[in-house]
């Protein structure tokens, strides 16, 4: 019997490639880019399964242009890239890595935090600049993280993890969501809204799904709103901040700072103003990238591509209504 055909659109930890390699007849993109839009058209025309990654535009008309197609299964937690509505339309079910990559991405969140309160990428490009001359009584100031308040946008799984890791730090937490949540109570985390958030908080970090209501929520008049010590901190969606917005509120002092794993545009020109700014602080969309997680990941979506070929309920689905 045929294996069932599947186009994977970059290459994966090898613990997951393995296992789809073993059941199915898979076609892998090997380039560091993501596949180009004309060439993923392609690819899926005749598969049965497709792995993604939130760099890929899965919009209604790839999934269109896909008519087997049983299973979309995303390395990723995000799926803001994929248009899910259509695959739904279609009965196809998608597939997604929460949970496994919370604790990485909160370990993240929480360096960016640190580095940012203390002035780390600043005083490293010091010290490389071989401007390093002596103790300087008043050299690169920062600020305090203990005793200082986080505002958490968004308690969800992660957004949880920062806040464990802020508590043991000796911070005040106060979040904003749509509704209380359960867990904030052994967490010591006070609801507040969204403007009290922003004024009250000494470190803001966001870890909000981007949807159209969240897209560019951190536009000028937030930032009209927050302390002019406060630190943003994005390990959500680049999209959820507005960049022209950012770069006026840190260019014009209007906060102390940011540090973000997640831009808007991603990734970020070389010569984007942002990176002029010398309390903008920039990684690359590497929250969950530790070797375990991301390993951990390539097994999960293998799982999730392998049950959907099967016709079984994906392990971790984000339209189950599929299933109805
Ligand atoms: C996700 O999973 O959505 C992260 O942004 C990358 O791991």
Known sequence: MSKPSVFVT??????????LRERCDVRVWEDELPTPADVLRREV?????????????????LIEAAPNLKVISQYAVGFDNIDVKAATA????????PGVLTETTADLAFALLMAAARRLPEGERYVHAGKWKTWGPMLLMGQDIHGATLGILGLGRIGQAMARRARGFNMRVIYAHSRDVP??????AE???LDELLARSDFISLHTPLTPATHHLIDAAAFGKMKPTA?????ARGGVVDPDALYQALAGGRIAGAALDVTEPEPLPADHPLLTLDNCLVVPHVGSSSTATRGQMAVMTAENLLAGLRGERLPHCVNPEVYA
Do not use: H, K, Q
Not at 45 to 61: E, F, K, N
Not at 90 to 97: A, L
């Open 10 to 19: 970059r290459i994966i930890p090898d613990r997951g490639l393995a296992m």
């Open 45 to 61: 025309a005749g598969v049965d399964g497709l792995v993604c990654l939130l760099s890929d535009r899965i919009d209604a008309a």
């Open 90 to 97: 279609r009965r196809i079910p998608v597939g997604n890595t």
């Open 183 to 188: 867990e904030a109570a052994s967490l010591g």
């Open 191 to 193: 609801r507040v809204s």
């Open 231 to 235: 630190i943003l901190i994005n390990t």
